[in-house]
T-cell receptor
Framework: EAQVTQNPRYLITVTGKKLTVTCSQN?????MSWYRQDPGLGLRQIYY???????DKGDVPEGYKVSRKEKRNFPLILESPSPNQTSLYFC?????????????FGSGTRLTVV | DAKTTQPNSMESNEEEPVHLPCNHS???????IHWYRQLPSQGPEYVIH???SNVNNRMASLAIAEDRKSSTLILHRATLRDAAVYYC??????????????FGKGTSLLVTP
């Protein structure tokens, strides 16, 4: 089944403790991205990647890092999480950056930073 | 960035057609019109997209106005599982090298038995 898989689904952590949220897709998609969803603010893009070793900032990149060493994986790294990064995170992928294609989203990771 | 305007909420009876409107008067010639929906506690789900012509797929139909300033997502027979927030989105370019889907507030669709 074609899908985007995120792990973990839920995570509670303490301020400053580094964490990684994994994202993997099995569709050989070139384009991957991370979004966060907050009440009243909707979904906002954090980072995106057009292909292996090609990443760039989205709307809200502060406090996040990403890497794209393999085509299928696009982990989101929080080096020093803070409470304002408590949010619902979604990973998404698309065949390429061409706007003619739709995204496939993962099921989400609910992160709480205390 | 071109913006979209959708009603905050709509209600439909089960097994009736639903027409979800979207206005995008500042759309550019290269913007695709995308529709996604988000069911409770799930990630957004692609529904349909189009550029100029009407589009049909197994989930829905997309009717695009001739001037492209508005579009309508049509669910032919609403089911309870169609209750979700529906987002009408115009593709956006980031510095010419990538793009983001600009999710707005969407339309919350309530389907009643």
């Amino acid at each position: 089944e074609a899908q985007v898989t995120q792990n973990p689904r839920y995570l509670i952590t303490v301020t400053g403790k580094k964490l990684t949220v994994t994202c993997s897709q099995n569709m050989n998609h070139e384009y991957m991205s991370w979004y966060r969803q907050d009440p009243g603010l909707g979904l906002r893009q954090i980072y995106y990647s057009m292909n292996v070793e090609v990443t760039d900032k989205g709307d809200v990149p502060e406090g996040y890092k990403v890497s794209r060493k393999e085509k299928r994986n696009f982990p989101l790294i929080l080096e020093s999480p803070s409470p304002n990064q408590t949010s619902l995170y979604f990973c998404a992928s698309s065949p390429n950056r061409d706007t003619a294609y739709g995204y496939t989203f993962g099921s989400g990771t609910r992160l709480t930073v205390v | 960035d071109a913006k979209t305007t959708q009603p905050n909420s709509m209600e439909s009876n089960e097994e009736e057609p639903v027409h979800l409107p979207c206005n995008h008067s500042t759309i550019s010639g290269t913007d695709y019109i995308h529709w996604y929906r988000q069911l409770p506690s799930q990630g957004p789900e692609y529904v349909i997209h189009g550029l100029t012509s009407n589009v049909n797929n197994r989930m829905a139909s997309l009717a695009i106005a001739e001037d492209r300033k508005s579009s309508t997502l049509i669910l032919h027979r609403a089911t309870l599982r169609d209750a979700a927030v529906y987002y009408c989105i115009l593709s956006a370019l980031y510095r010419g090298s990538g793009y983001a889907l600009n999710f707005g507030k969407g339309t919350s669709l309530l389907v009643t038995p």
